[in-house]
C-alpha cells in the first residue's frame, strides 16, 4: 500500500505501483490461452474492463487512504512526533514515483499494458505484506516507496481500459471519442467514489487495534485483483500493446499536441490539487461547524458524479467546445468561493464547482487520449508532467494560505481560467492535426 504519491491521482487526479519480468528479453511471449487474431468473446471482454476499472480503483484507494492519518500513524508505530518525518516521507514516495513512472511506460513499448499490470499487482502484493511488518520508520519509507514504483504499473490499467473500449465500440458508435467516453466516465465516478472510500478507509486502518493488519490486508486485495485478472486473459486472445495517435501526423504537430494536452491536465490537476488543503479551515472561519464544513468538502464530489449521465449528450452537443466551456464553468465555481462573503454563498460556489469538474474531467482526459491514444509511453510521459505539477500545489496552498484562507481557490480559478484560454487558442491546430486511433 503506497501513499499519496501524487496529491490525487488523476482520472490524477490526486491521484502508485517488482515481480519476475513477464518474459525475458527476446523470449516467446506467454500465451494466455486463448489463440491471437480471434474476435474477444464478449463476456470475458467485459469481464476484463471490470476488473481494469477495479485495479484502477484499488490504485486510487491504496495511493490516498493513508495519507492524511500520516502523522497519527507514525506516532502510533515508531513513537515519532516530528511533523517533517511526514514531508520526507512524501518528498520521497512522489520522487521515486515520478522516476518510476516513465520507466513502466518504456517497458509498455514490448509488453502489453495488461501483462504490466499483473506484475504491478504482484510487486504491489508482495511490498503491502512487507509494509506491513517494517520495524523502523527508515524501513517503512524504503518499503513505501519500493510499493510507490510498483503501484505506477496500475496506472497502465487506465490507457488498457480505454483501448477495450475503443476496440469493442459498436458500429454505431465509430466515433473515437464516442467509444473513449464510457471508458472515461466511469473512471471519473471511480475516481469520485474513491475518494471518499479512501478516507474512509484511511479512519478504519487507524482505528484497528493494530494498524499494520490493515496495511498488510491490501496484499489480498492486489491478489485477488492479479487471480481475477490472470484468469480473465486466459480466455482472450493475447494482448498487445496501445497504439500512438495517428503514426500519420507530423511528429512535430503530434508532439505539439502532447504538449498541449500535458499544460491542460497540469494546470487542471494543479488547480484541483490546490484549492483542497485549506478549505475546511476557511469553511469553518466563516462560521460553520467542521462537520459541515467537511459535508461542503465533498459536495463538488456529489455534483459530478451527478453530471455523468449528460455526458455523452454534451459532448455531442458540444464537441470541442465543451472542454473550454467546462473549464470555465468550473473556474467561475471556484472564483465564487474565493469571493463568498458567507456559507450560502460558498455552498453555491461548491455545486457550481461541481457540475462543471464532472465535464471538465472528461472533456480532459478526452483530450488526453486524443494525442497519445492508448500507448503506454505516450500516456506515461504526459501523467508524468502532470504529477511532477501536482508537487508544487501544496507548497503554493500552504504559503496563500498564509495570507489568506479562500486565496488558494483564487488561484485554482486563475489557473483553470488560463486553461480554458490555452484550449481555445490551440483549438484551430488541434482540430487540422486530430489524431486518430489504432487498434490491435
Same mark, same amino acid.
Not at 512522489?94 to 514490448?110: E, F, Q
Not at 483564487?410 to 492535426?433: C, W
Given at each position: ?206 482505528? @484497528? ?14 491478489? @485477488? ?216
Amino acid at each position: 500500500m503506497s501513499i499519496d504519491t501524487s496529491g490525487a491521482p488523476t482520472p490524477s487526479a490526486d491521484p502508485a505501483p517488482t515481480a519476475p519480468a513477464a518474459h525475458a528479453a527476446g523470449a516467446a511471449p506467454i500465451s494466455t490461452g486463448a489463440p491471437t487474431g480471434k474476435p474477444a468473446p464478449a463476456a470475458p471482454a467485459r469481464h476484463l474492463r471490470g476488473i481494469l476499472i477495479a485495479v484502477i480503483a484499488l490504485y486510487l484507494v491504496a495511493e490516498t487512504a493513508l495519507a492524511p492519518f500520516l502523522p497519527q500513524l507514525f506516532t502510533r508505530l515508531y513513537d515519532i512526533t516530528d511533523t517533517s518525518a511526514t514531508g520526507y516521507y512524501l518528498w520521497i514516495c512522489r520522487i521515486i514515483g515520478l522516476a518510476a513512472l516513465p520507466l513502466w511506460g518504456l517497458a509498455a513499448r514490448r509488453w502489453p499494458p495488461q501483462r504490466l499490470v499483473l506484475i504491478g499487482l504482484l510487486a504491489s502484493a508482495a511490498c503491502d505484506l512487507a509494509l506491513g511488518l517494517a520495524p523502523t520508520y527508515t524501513a517503512f519509507t524504503a518499503l513505501s516507496a519500493a510499493s510507490v514504483a510498483a503501484n505506477c504499473s496500475l496506472l497502465l490499467a487506465y490507457p488498457a481500459l480505454i483501448s477495450e473500449y475503443s476496440r469493442h465500440a459498436t458500429e454505431g458508435q465509430p466515433d473515437s471519442d464516442t467509444a473513449r467516453l464510457a471508458g472515461i466516465r466511469a473512471i471519473v465516478a471511480v475516481f469520485h467514489l474513491a475518494s471518499i472510500a479512501a478516507t474512509a478507509t484511511g479512519a478504519a486502518v487507524l482505528a @484497528l487495534p493494530e494498524p499494520r493488519l490493515g496495511i498488510s490486508a491490501f496484499a489480498l486485495l492486489d491478489l @485477488l485483483l492479479f487471480a481475477l485478472l490472470l484468469r480473465t486473459l486466459r480466455h482472450l486472445p493475447d494482448p498487445e500493446p496501445g497504439e500512438r495517435a495517428h503514426r500519420d501526423t507530423p511528429r512535430r504537430a503530434w508532439l505539439l499536441l502532447l504538449a498541449t494536452a500535458a499544460l491542460i491536465g497540469i494546470a487542471f490537476d494543479f488547480a484541483i490539487s490546490v484549492s483542497r488543503p485549506f478549505f475546511t479551515t476557511h469553511a469553518t472561519q466563516l462560521g460553520t461547524s467542521t462537520t459541515i464544513a467537511a459535508a461542503l468538502f465533498l459536495l463538488p464530489s456529489l455534483a459530478a458524479l451527478a453530471t455523468l449521465p449528460a455526458a455523452r449528450h454534451c459532448l455531442g452537443r458540444y464537441g470541442p467546445h465543451l472542454l473550454p466551456a467546462a473549464l470555465a464553468v468550473t473556474a467561475a465555481g471556484l472564483a465564487v468561493q474565493y469571493l463568498a462573503p458567507g456559507l450560502a454563498t460558498l455552498a453555491a460556489g461548491r455545486i457550481l464547482f461541481g457540475l462543471g469538474l464532472g465535464l471538465a474531467q472528461i472533456a480532459v482526459e478526452l483530450r488526453m487520449f486524443r494525442a497519445t491514444g492508448t500507448a503506454g509511453p505516450a500516456f506515461t510521459a504526459v501523467e508524468t508532467f502532470r504529477s511532477a505539477a501536482l508537487i508544487a500545489a501544496p507548497l503554493t496552498a500552504a504559503t496563500a494560505a498564509s495570507h489568506d484562507l479562500a486565496l488558494p481557490l483564487g488561484i485554482a480559478a486563475a489557473a483553470l481560467a488560463a486553461a480554458a484560454l490555452l484550449t481555445l487558442l490551440t483549438r484551430s491546430r488541434t482540430t487540422t492535426h486530430e489524431p486518430k486511433d489504432t487498434h490491435a
